[in-house]
């Protein structure tokens, strides 16, 4: 049979859980993803869907639109930014209450992933994305780089958001660094106060923050195509010339579904 020419890519979703106090869909779940993310990806040939979560009070019993469902139907996946990881999700516990994250959030996501992963479907995670991944492999982070990481620069900057940046350094060999021939340092955004903090399971760091060497990017070094940055490649203006250009990020990532989606109509 003739492939589809449009790839199909889930991206995660965003939560606003119930609120009574809530002026719109008052005490009522939301879920939305930020439009810049889908429009990132429809700079190509691309179909966007945003993937909700199956749980829910009101979600029939036995129902077939469960994660493993999407990760039949899709050709990759995004996790993408927002709320804080919970603590919980590695083993620790909120040093303070406002940095206890969306658990709810996080185990629907982190079985997301496990679903692409079991298909080796290619994933890949922007921001709260490459921190989902970092502890859906067991790994850890930091709650809060102010607190725990002193020497940090300031990652998250209310006041000018996706215009705070800083340097980001390519680890030389890594994939990242073969996306970048000749280039060894760039400029990204940082809208974050969380942090990869122990590396989990087979995932290799590809890029640090400088001068205080925070984890920016990470690969899993497994069989399946894995990759995550701690920037928000669909923030920045593309006209800009002094950022990074993410299209080499978003091209690799898409060739990886493409590839899986090929190879899945010759069998």
């Not at 719109?24 to 939305?32: N, P, R």
Request: proline share 7%.
């Amino acid at each position: 049979p003739q492939i589809p020419t449009m790839l199909k890519i889930g991206i995660s979703a965003c939560f606003f859980h119930e609120d009574p106090q809530r002026p719109i869909f008052k005490g009522m779940t939301l879920q939305y993803i930020e439009q810049n993310v889908a429009h990132w990806l429809m700079q190509r040939d691309v179909l966007a869907f945003m993937v909700p979560s199956p749980e829910g009070r009101t979600r029939r019993a036995g129902s077939k639109a469960t994660v493993d469902a999407y990760a039949q139907e899709l050709d990759g996946l995004v996790l993408m930014g927002g709320s804080d990881v919970c603590p919980e999700s590695y083993g620790e516990k909120a040093l303070r209450p406002e940095w206890n994250g969306d658990r709810v959030r996080d185990d629907y996501e982190i079985a997301l992933l496990r679903a692409f992963m079991a298909l080796q479907k290619p994933v890949l995670g922007v921001c709260r994305g490459a921190q989902v991944i970092n502890v859906a492999l067991g790994g850890t982070l930091y709650q809060d780089l102010g607190t725990q990481a002193p020497h940090a620069l300031n990652h998250r900057n209310w006041a000018v958001y996706e215009e705070n940046c800083h340097a980001t350094s390519f680890v030389p060999g890594s994939g990242l660094a073969r996306l970048y021939p000749g280039t060894t340092l760039v400029k990204t955004n940082s809208i974050h106060h969380q942090a990869v903090k122990e590396p989990g399971r087979d995932l290799a760091v590809e890029a640090w923050s400088e001068p205080d060497r925070i984890v920016e990017a990470i690969r899993y070094t497994g069989p399946a195509y894995l990759f995550a940055v701690q920037w928000h490649p669909e923030f920045h203006a593309p006209d800009d010339p002094s950022f990074v250009d993410d299209t080499p990020i978003l091209d690799e990532f898409l060739a990886a579904a493409a590839q899986h989606k090929a190879a899945a109509y010759t069998i």
